[in-house]
């Protein structure tokens, strides 16, 4: 049964996160349905503006700080890297407090 919520877990956040990036940036309808595999930099989806307000989201979502470290292409290449990232703990939670200040 936990190998069911495990894969519900991950289906969920790849919709939340597509479903995001579908609404607030694809201008270009011929990119719906949004695959999870789509080259969000590369077709435009995603310029510098609109990665800073997908990373606000993220963490706002989320509840964890994107690092300026983490702010790399390939993290946020599509949505299966962005959900990679977020997976791969990388990102600090915001309960974590690492004492950078």
């Excluded at 503006?49 to 790399?72: M, Y």
């Amino acid at each position: 049964m936990e190998e069911l919520q495990d894969t519900m877990e991950v289906t969920q956040l790849e919709a939340v996160i597509n479903d995001y990036i579908s609404r607030e940036f694809v201008q270009d309808a011929t990119l719906l349905p949004l695959a999870n595999t789509t080259p969000l930099l590369e077709t435009g989806v995603l310029d510098s503006l609109s990665l800073l307000r997908l990373v606000l989201f993220v963490q706002e979502r989320f509840g964890i700080v994107v690092d300026d470290v983490d702010l790399v292409p390939e993290h946020f290449a599509s949505v299966d890297a962005i959900c990679a990232y977020l997976r791969s703990g990388t990102g600090g939670t915001a309960a974590h407090g690492e004492g950078h200040g």
